[in-house]
């Protein structure tokens, strides 16, 4: 069993900046792909980004150029660093882990300040 915790959403102005975590409890965490994906209200959930194992990453075109994923084996840890926040942002932040099976957290809360 794989358990994520999502840290890093809060408050933020439009063109603002933040950084959220997911922390994995997880031996082989290097073995995994991470994703963020988020849900906003009255939208389904929709993929953001993701890193393989191998480190290479896709982003969603909604957010290219602005969000940047990585990863941190030592510390069993993947990243979003937000910039350039929008309104249209706002949403429920999730991770989630993939190789044989798929693990979600419980997601951080991003919302527009404004």
């Known amino acids: 069993q794989v358990q994520l915790v999502e840290s890093g959403g809060g408050l933020v102005q439009p063109g603002g900046s933040l950084r959220l975590s997911c922390a994995a409890s997880?031996?082989?965490?290097?073995?995994?792909?991470m994703y963020w994906y988020r849900h906003a209200p009255g939208k389904h959930r929709e993929w953001v980004a993701d890193?393989?194992?191998?480190?290479?990453?896709e982003y969603a075109d909604y957010v290219k150029g602005r969000f940047t994923i990585s990863r941190d084996n030592a510390k069993n840890t993947v990243y979003l660093q937000m910039n350039s926040l929008k309104p249209q942002d706002t949403a429920v932040y999730y991770c989630?882990?993939?190789?044989?099976?798929?693990?979600w957290g419980q997601g951080t809360q991003v919302t527009d300040s404004s």
């Open positions: 890193i393989s194992s191998a480190s290479s990453t």
């Open positions: 989630k882990a993939a190789r044989n099976n798929k693990y």
């Open positions: 997880v031996f082989t965490f290097s073995r995994y792909a």
